[in-house]
Each structure stands twice: as structure tokens, then as C-alpha cells.
């Protein structure tokens, strides 16, 4: 009996490192463009179409359960000719997994993951697709001090930091956690069968397309933090205005000029001066 007491046990320890807790990591995920995120409007499976947003960037999904999608749009320079930079968009979604040391591994579903290269000067795209796991040696989840919001930073296989993330939308925004674009070899996870992953595409179909979110108009508001450059300026701007209006009003405010005994004196004629023209009921002084 206590031998199957510690069987039990040693069953249990060895899958711990794939039980850990990782509801801290729910929700969609987006790097501070806020231009690129998960779900309908990033990848339409229906009619194998990429929507390219307005900025480039990345986005992370999880849910409690353990599946993930990601989003990327990323710019590539061409020294040969700057003003034509290329495109990629990427996109992908599988399972994940959160180990007892910290670390994140992520499968996809390999027949799901689409790219595409574009480039918009030579009118060229490929359009492929696209399957690659990722691990992430750490991770951290916490409140951004400058934006008061929360922040996902993610640490690649080889300890470098990924653009931080900040949660856009609690419940993640995603397509639905399953094979999209199922193969005659291709299952969901490797276990469902191809004919429920089809129905699943047919259902998606027959709704005319994906359908807005219904949290579309939730996410996390952006906190722009007080910036002392533009109160600065402000002041300088309300300073600028206001000199003129108290000059002006001092003079509107300010008593009639009286002429002073020193402006009476020098009106006066100098005695020295001799007068000469004077003539008979003439009033006309004229002074040499």
C-alpha cells in the first residue's frame, strides 16, 4: 500500500513542472505601438488573408487553459535602397507550457502558421507557411510604473529581452484554440481528427466571416504620465500672453496726463528772444 502511496506521489512531482500556475500570463498582449494584436483582425483563416496594421509590432495571447497565439509585423530596412523597406507579417498559435524553473515553451500547430514578405515598391509578396517553436528562458508580469498598467516582458532562449508587452484586452482577443487549415496528416494538438477540425473552418464560414469581438472597445487605456517639457512650455505660452493684457490694462487703468510745471516752463518763451511782425490788431506772435 505504501508503495502505491509513492508511486502516486513520484507521478505527481513529475508532472508538476507542467501544472504550474500561469494565470498571470492570460490576456492579449501588445508591444507600445498598440497597432498589432491577436484574433480576427491580424489573420481571416476563412480566406487566407493577412490584414497588415498600421504600425509594425507584436502580441502575445494566453489563456488560463494553456493555448497561445502571437502576432508579428515587423519592418525591414534595405540599405540598398532605404526608402523601400520590406515587410513581414507572421502569425501563429499552438499550446504552451509554463516549467517549474520559470520558462515558457511554445508549440504550434504546424499547418496553421502563416507569413508573409512583401515589398510595396516592387509590387513582390511571398506568402508561406510558417512553424516555429519558441522557448523563453523567463518571464515577468507586473505593474509598469510609468504607465500604471500592467506589462509582460518576455526573455528569448538566449536571455535577451523582447519589446514589452501591455495588456490590451482580459479576456484574451484570439481565434479559436484548434486547427484552422487542417491537412490529411494534420490534427489539433496532434490528437483531433481532421473531420472536427473541418466542421470547425465550415462554422466559421457559415457566419459570414469572423465576428467583432465583443470587448473590442475595452482596452486598457494608455496613461500618459505628466510631462514636465510640455508644462514648461505651457507656462511660457501663458506668460507670453499674459504681459501684453497687464501692460494693456495698466494704461486703460492709468489717470489722465497732467501736464507738469516743468513742461509749462519749457512751453514758455525764451526772454532773450525779441519780438518782431507785431502788427495792429494782428494776435500772431512770430519769434526769431
Same mark, same amino acid.
Given at each position: ?17 507542467? %501544472? ?11 508591444? #507600445? ?16 488573408? /493577412?490584414?497588415?496594421? +498600421? ?24 540599405? *540598398? ?7 513581414? $507579417? ?29 515589398? @510595396?515598391?516592387?509590387?513582390? +509578396? $511571398?506568402? %508561406? !507557411?510558417?512553424?516555429? +517553436? ?16 500592467? !506589462?509582460?516582458?518576455?526573455? *528569448?532562449?538566449?536571455?535577451?529581452? /523582447? ?13 479559436? %484554440? ?14 483531433? =481528427?481532421?473531420?472536427? %477540425?473541418?466542421?470547425?473552418? !465550415? ?9 467583432? @469581438?465583443?470587448? #473590442?472597445?475595452?482596452?486598457? &487605456? ?13 507656462? $511660457? ?13 495698466? !494704461?486703460?487703468?492709468? &489717470? @489722465?496726463?497732467?501736464? =507738469?510745471?516743468?513742461? $509749462? *516752463?519749457? +512751453? ?19 519769434? /526769431?
Amino acid at each position: 500500500m505504501s508503495l502505491s502511496l509513492r508511486s502516486f506521489l513520484l507521478t505527481g512531482l513529475a508532472l508538476l513542472p507542467f %501544472t504550474v500556475a500561469q494565470s498571470d500570463l492570460v490576456g492579449t498582449w501588445s508591444t #507600445k505601438s498598440r497597432s498589432v494584436f491577436t484574433g480576427p483582425g491580424f489573420y481571416d483563416p476563412v480566406n487566407e488573408k /493577412m490584414l497588415e496594421p +498600421s504600425l509594425p509590432g507584436i502580441a502575445y495571447s494566453f489563456t488560463a487553459d494553456g493555448h497561445y497565439e502571437e502576432a508579428y509585423y515587423r519592418a525591414i530596412s534595405n540599405p *540598398q535602397n532605404p526608402a523601400c523597406p520590406q515587410g513581414i $507579417i507572421q502569425w501563429q498559435h499552438g499550446t504552451f507550457q509554463k516549467l517549474s524553473n520559470g520558462s515558457l515553451t511554445l508549440s504550434p500547430f504546424g499547418v496553421d502558421g502563416r507569413q508573409l514578405e512583401s515589398t @510595396p515598391c516592387l509590387s513582390q +509578396s $511571398i506568402y %508561406t !507557411r510558417y512553424n516555429q +517553436s519558441e522557448l523563453f528562458t523567463r518571464y515577468s508580469v507586473y505593474t509598469d510604473p510609468y504607465h500604471n498598467i500592467p !506589462r509582460l516582458d518576455l526573455f *528569448q532562449f538566449n536571455g535577451a529581452p /523582447m519589446a514589452p508587452m501591455y495588456l490590451a484586452y482580459n479576456p484574451p482577443q484570439m481565434l479559436p %484554440t484548434q486547427t484552422l487549415n487542417p491537412t490529411a496528416s494534420a490534427t489539433s494538438a496532434g490528437k483531433a =481528427s481532421s473531420t472536427s %477540425t473541418a466542421n470547425a473552418k !465550415r462554422s466559421l464560414e457559415d457566419l459570414g466571416g469572423f465576428q467583432e @469581438p465583443l470587448n #473590442k472597445n475595452v482596452m486598457m &487605456p494608455y496613461k500618459e504620465p505628466y510631462n514636465a517639457d510640455k508644462i514648461w512650455w505651457y507656462g $511660457i505660452g501663458l506668460l507670453g500672453l499674459g504681459s501684453p493684457a497687464l501692460e494693456l490694462n495698466a !494704461r486703460l487703468n492709468s &489717470p @489722465p496726463h497732467q501736464a =507738469s510745471k516743468l513742461d $509749462i *516752463q519749457s +512751453s514758455e518763451p525764451d526772454p532773450g528772444e525779441t519780438l518782431q511782425g507785431l502788427k495792429e490788431g494782428d494776435c500772431e506772435l512770430e519769434y /526769431m
